[in-house]
């Protein structure tokens, strides 16, 4: 009697996801040069969303001006309060991201929208699993780091500068052309240490946390995985908004047009670099109940 070959075990269910399990986005790989065509876009929907767009330029570079009049003789105070502003610009631009998404579908694009943006998406009834105050956490969360930076880099400048550092004219004297060998350089490096994982937290956070249903942990956890995936494109991604920042902040006035065009463009940053359509969307500001 021939025997008969043993039947192999079953094999092994493959996991899934378990209930609460953290769910992320699929992130996709992008070209080099595409965060070119980010800031092309960006400035098609800065003229599109027309003043409401440019008021968000014009606030800041007035407010600025106000802070250069009020502080230009206490460098510390000055620094902090434009790298605080630098910090948090991607929870501020939150009204440009809806701008833009509303753009993209075909909705209105009105002072409406920009009201219901700032005070009823984050009140929705999906707001405990999705995110409830999402953007205040996320924005404290921004804010301390950048409290970290100023005071990290008075107390470098403090204990290795040969003189007291009271003005704009004084860091330029002091920091930038020391005598002090390489001070401005560690300076520098200093900043793009504390600077890179500020920016891989936030690159899409904010736009996630606008568009979809998820937490804070969520999303800076696929910012991250973003700029893992796209480390070139991003590089030169951040190197784009440094530039421009700073190009915006020696004239103020350059902010006026600057801050939409970015806060537009990362809007299609996020767009281009992540696939969410797998989570649940959050409910647009006209629907929150």
Do not use: C
């Given at each position: 009697?021939?025997?008969?070959?043993?039947?192999?075990?079953?094999?092994?269910?493959?996991?899934?996801?378990?209930?609460?399990?953290?769910?992320?986005?699929?992130?996709?790989?992008?070209?080099?040069?595409?965060?070119?065509?980010?800031?092309?876009?960006?400035?098609?929907?800065?003229?599109?969303?027309?003043?409401?767009?440019?008021?968000?330029?014009?606030?800041?570079?007035?407010?600025g001006a106000f802070l250069v009049f009020?502080?230009?003789?206490?460098?510390?105070?000055?620094?902090?309060?434009?790298?605080?502003?630098?910090?948090?610009?991607?929870?501020?631009?939150?009204?440009?991201?809806?701008?833009?998404?509303?753009?993209?579908?075909?909705?209105?694009?009105?002072?409406?929208?920009?009201?219901?943006?700032?005070?009823?998406?984050?009140?929705?009834?999906?707001?405990?699993?999705?995110?409830?105050?999402?953007?205040?956490?996320?924005?404290?969360?921004?804010?301390?780091?950048?409290?970290?930076?100023?005071?990290?880099?008075?107390?470098?400048?403090?204990?290795?500068?040969?003189?007291?550092?009271?003005?704009?004219?004084?860091?330029?004297?002091?920091?930038?052309?020391?005598?002090?060998?390489?001070?401005?350089?560690?300076?520098?490096?200093?900043?793009g240490l504390m600077a890179a994982p500020?920016?891989?937290?936030?690159?899409?956070?904010?736009?996630?946390?606008?568009?979809?249903?998820?937490?804070?942990?969520?999303?800076?956890?696929?910012?991250?995985?973003?700029?893992?995936?796209?480390?070139?494109?991003?590089?030169?991604?951040?190197?784009?908004?440094?530039?421009?920042?700073?190009?915006?902040?020696?004239?103020?006035?350059?902010?006026?047009?600057?801050?939409?065009?970015?806060?537009?463009?990362?809007?299609?940053?996020?767009?281009?670099?992540?696939?969410?359509?797998?989570?649940?969307?959050?409910?647009?500001?006209?629907?929150?109940?």
């Open positions: 009697m021939a025997s008969s070959k043993p039947t192999p075990p079953p094999l092994a269910p493959l996991p899934t996801a378990t209930p609460g399990t953290l769910a992320l986005p699929v992130i996709r790989s992008i070209v080099l040069t595409q965060p070119l065509s980010w800031l092309a876009r960006g400035a098609q929907d800065m003229l599109r969303g027309g003043w409401l767009s440019v008021l968000h330029g014009l606030l800041p570079a007035v407010f009020v502080l230009h003789d206490r460098f510390w105070l000055l620094a902090g309060a434009f790298s605080g502003f630098l910090v948090v610009a991607p929870v501020l631009a939150t009204s440009l991201y809806a701008i833009s998404r509303a753009i993209e579908r075909g909705e209105p694009v009105d002072w409406q929208l920009i009201v219901k943006t700032w005070t009823r998406w984050q009140y929705s009834r999906f707001a405990v699993k999705g995110g409830y105050w999402g953007m205040v956490r996320f924005g404290l969360l921004l804010a301390l780091a950048g409290t970290g930076w100023v005071l990290t880099s008075a107390a470098l400048i403090t204990l290795m500068a040969g003189q007291p550092v009271n003005t704009p004219m004084d860091f330029v004297r002091h920091v930038v052309l020391a005598p002090t060998p390489y001070l401005f350089e560690l300076w520098l490096t200093l900043g500020i920016f891989a937290s936030s690159v899409i956070a904010m736009p996630l946390l606008l568009d979809r249903r998820v937490d804070v942990l969520q999303a800076v956890l696929a910012s991250w995985q973003t700029v893992l995936t796209n480390p070139l494109p991003l590089a030169l991604w951040a190197a784009l908004i440094m530039a421009l920042t700073l190009l915006g902040l020696a004239t103020l006035l350059g902010l006026i047009v600057v801050l939409p065009v970015l806060g537009h463009a990362s809007w299609h940053a996020y767009r281009d670099l992540v696939d969410a359509s797998a989570l649940p969307e959050r409910q647009p500001p006209e629907e929150v109940r």
